[in-house]
C-alpha cells in the first residue's frame, strides 16, 4: 500500500520561506510522476506544482518563479521550497502521487497546513 507522508508545514510571516517534504513508502521510481497541491478553505484543491519520473517539472503561474519542486531518489522523498510567501499562499498542501496505466492512479498524503500571517 502506498503511503505518502508529508511534514514540514507551519507558521510564517509573509516573505518567509518553508520547505515541505512528502516521504513515500516505497520507491519513487514506481511512479510516473508526484506533486504538490493545495486546498484553501471554501476553495477547490489545485496543482501547485509537479515532477516527472524523468525530472521534468512544471509549476502554476501563481508560484512560478518563487516555488522550486525537487526529488531526492535515495530517499524517496520530494521536496516544496516554498520563498517569498505571501497570504494568499495560506492552504493545506497535499503530496500526490501518480501511476498511468490503463488508467490514472492517484495517491494522496493527508496534508499539511501552511499559514503565512504576520
Known amino acids: 500500500q502506498v503511503q505518502l507522508v508529508e511534514s514540514g508545514g507551519g507558521l510564517v510571516q509573509p516573505g518567509g520561506s518553508l520547505t515541505l517534504s512528502c516521504a513515500a513508502s516505497g520507491s519513487i521510481f514506481s511512479f510516473n510522476g508526484m506533486g504538490w497541491y493545495r486546498q484553501a478553505p471554501g476553495e477547490q484543491r489545485e496543482l501547485v506544482a509537479g515532477?516527472?519520473?524523468?525530472?521534468?517539472?512544471n509549476y502554476a503561474d501563481f508560484v512560478k518563479g518563487r516555488f522550486t519542486i525537487s526529488r531526492d531518489n535515495a530517499k524517496n522523498t520530494v521536496y516544496l521550497q516554498m520563498n517569498s510567501l505571501k497570504p494568499e499562499d495560506t492552504a493545506v498542501y497535499f503530496c500526490n502521487a501518480y501511476r498511468r496505466g490503463i488508467r490514472k492512479t492517484d495517491y494522496w498524503g493527508q496534508g499539511t497546513q501552511v499559514t503565512v500571517s504576520s
Open positions: 515532477i516527472t519520473s524523468g525530472g521534468t517539472s
